[in-house]
C-alpha cells in the first residue's frame, strides 16, 4: 500500500510564483525526501528531511515536517518553467532496512512562463 | 562515473515470454532496488538488496525474480510476462551516510516494457 498521499495532485501556475505540494504519511518514519521526475525520465533527488527536523531549506527548495500530523510540505519560491514536473515524496519508514524507500503518488507541478 | 544505467530503454513482450531487465551502477552504492511505474500508482518497491547475495521483497514481487551476484549488478527477471506487467520500470542504488544514516537513491533512465 502507499504511504503517501500527496497533495494537490496537479498544481498549475505562472513563473514566479510559489508552488506549494503536500505529502501525508501513515507510519513513524526516519527520514522523507522529496524526488523531482522530468517526463519520461528517471527520478532525480532534491532533499532530505529527518524525523527530528523540522524544517530544511536548499536554494529555492524549503521543506518542512511535522512528525505529530504525520505530514510534510514542499515550498519552491520563485518558480520557473523549468521547474515543471512531478514531485514525489518518498518515506523511510522506522526500522525498515536502507532500500526500501515508499513513494507517494505525486504532484504534476505545470509553471506557465 | 556513468551512473545507474539500464537496459533495454523499451521492450515489446508477448504474453508468456521471460525477459531480463539489465541494472548496473558504479558508484560502490551497497543498496539496490528495483520499482515500476504505472500512471496514478508512483512508484511501488518490486524487490530491494542490501548487498552481493542477499535481496529481499518489496510491495509488488510477484511474477519477479532478482539476484546480485555482484555489488554493480541487479538484474530483474520477469518469468512469465502478464499484460499487468505493462509499465515503467526504474533501477536505483543508494548508499547511507555516515552516522546520519541519510540515503539518498540514484535512479536509472527506466525501461518501459509492454506486454501484448
Known amino acids: 500500500s502507499q504511504q503517501g498521499e500527496e497533495d494537490p495532485q496537479a498544481l498549475s501556475i505562472q513563473e514566479g510564483e510559489n508552488a506549494t505540494m503536500n505529502c501525508s504519511y501513515k507510519t513513524s518514519i526516519n527520514n522523507l525526501q522529496w524526488y523531482r521526475q522530468n517526463s519520461g525520465r528517471g527520478l532525480v533527488h532534491l532533499i532530505l528531511?529527518?524525523?527530528?527536523?523540522r524544517e530544511k531549506h536548499s536554494g529555492r527548495l524549503r521543506v518542512t515536517l511535522d512528525t505529530s500530523k504525520k505530514s510534510s510540505s514542499l515550498l519552491i519560491t520563485a518558480s520557473r518553467a523549468a521547474d515543471t514536473a512531478s514531485y514525489f515524496c518518498a518515506t523511510l519508514a522506522g526500522g525498515t532496512s536502507y532500500g526500501k524507500l515508499t513513494f507517494g503518488q505525486g504532484t504534476i507541478l505545470t509553471v506557465h512562463p | 562515473n556513468a551512473g545507474v544505467t539500464q537496459t533495454p530503454k523499451f521492450q515489446v513482450l508477448k504474453t508468456g515470454q521471460s525477459m531480463t531487465l539489465q541494472c548496473a551502477q558504479d558508484?560502490?552504492?551497497?543498496?539496490m532496488s528495483w520499482y515500476r511505474q504505472d500512471p496514478g500508482m508512483g512508484l511501488r518497491l518490486i524487490h530491494y538488496s542490501v548487498g552481493a547475495g542477499i535481496t529481499d521483497q518489496g510491495e509488488v514481487p510477484n511474477g519477479y525474480n532478482v539476484s546480485r551476484s555482484t555489488t554493480e549488478d541487479f538484474p530483474l527477471r520477469l518469468l512469465s510476462a502478464a499484460p499487468s506487467q505493462t509499465s515503467v520500470y526504474f533501477c536505483?542504488?543508494?548508499?547511507?551516510?555516515?552516522?546520519?544514516?541519510?540515503?539518498?537513491?540514484?535512479f536509472g533512465p527506466g525501461t518501459r516494457l509492454l506486454v501484448l
Open positions: 536505483a542504488s543508494s548508499y547511507v551516510a555516515g552516522v546520519s544514516g541519510s540515503e539518498t537513491q540514484y
Open positions: 558508484m560502490n552504492h551497497e543498496y
Open positions: 528531511i529527518r524525523s527530528n527536523e
